[in-house]
């Protein structure tokens, strides 16, 4: 199955008709404006994973060393921070140090 379950020549259709409908003078404008719609949209798609991080690294901050430990291994893998093997202290100092490289606190 093709994207939106599309087949080649139905792509083919689509695109004609768009010609036909705005011209090709107006194609580059078209796809300028849709490329700029995607750009937006990852955007602010992954601005809601930045809120997340940033919502939860400033439980972290403000708690102090009281944070549970769930919460700070969810955040640590939001982060990427890897947290086998490593004291609650350790994970705490390395969360906050990543969410500083980020720009999230």
């Known amino acids: 199955m093709s994207l939106f379950g599309f087949q080649g020549m139905e792509w083919v259709i689509i695109l004609l008709i768009i010609l036909i409908i705005f011209g090709p003078s107006k194609l580059p404008q078209l796809a300028k404006g849709l490329g700029q719609a995607?750009?937006?949209?990852?955007?602010?798609?992954?601005g809601l994973y930045d809120e997340e991080a940033i919502s939860a690294a400033e439980r972290v901050k403000g708690k102090g060393k009281e944070v549970d430990e769930e919460t700070l291994k969810k955040l640590a893998e939001k982060l990427g921070v890897e947290t086998e093997g490593k004291s609650k202290e350790e994970l705490i100092d390395e969360v906050l140090e990543k969410a500083k490289e980020k720009g999230l606190i």
Request: no cysteine; glycine share 0%.
């Open 38 to 46: 995607i750009r937006e949209f990852r955007k602010a798609s992954s």
